[in-house]
């Protein structure tokens, strides 16, 4: 197969590109709140193209509490396409627009089965995500208050971001059974 092409996306793609996102990933943006995006950071938005067909997306967008941080948003590359490291190829391009663009690390939440992509592209796994009802609130600090780096209050749930150096599946699914958390996601970090 002849490899795929990295390009920015320009705006004739973007309903392709919200398209590709909506099918893939399970990101809840509206197509207008994308479009708004796009206009503010058009060079994070990045295609993977073959004979000018759109076949993969990735987007970011800055930290709202580190200026040199950037949370990657979503990648997906069209299923019939996965396995030839188009994926990657996405990801080292972003990486490099990134650091031109000053930003030093790189952060995601890695969908469930997708943890293995990202280490095998250099990250690093930094934490548990865990969005709990509250009334489960007091049972989990007390059961893992060693380990709860952060806290933040949503109007109907809460999450707790727990410090984790493995891709622990056991204590994902033990959470998940005991507490029958909303979604429980690993955070991947790397440096740029
Ligand atoms: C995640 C995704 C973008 C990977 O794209 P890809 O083009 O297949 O990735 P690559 O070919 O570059 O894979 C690189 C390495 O990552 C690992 N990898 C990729 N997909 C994997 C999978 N499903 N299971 C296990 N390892 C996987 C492999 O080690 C692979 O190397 P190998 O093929 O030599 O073994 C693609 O699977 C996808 O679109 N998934 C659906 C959307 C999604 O879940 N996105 C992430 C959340 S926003």
Redesign the pocket.
Known sequence: MKSAKIKYVSENDLKEFYRIYKD??N?KMSLASLKRRYREFPNLFLGAYLKNKLI?IVFGLPSRNNKKEIILH????L?Q?????????LLKRFFKECKKRGFTEISVG??E??E??YL??GFKIRYLRVELDYKHESLFKKKFKESISKKVKRRTYVIFYLRVKDFDNKLRNKIKNEFGTQEIIFILERKL
């Open positions: 893939y990933t990101g993969g979503s990648i997906a590359v299923v396409y996965w396995r030839k490291g188009i994926g990657s190829e890695a969908g089965g997708v293995r992509f095998k592209n």
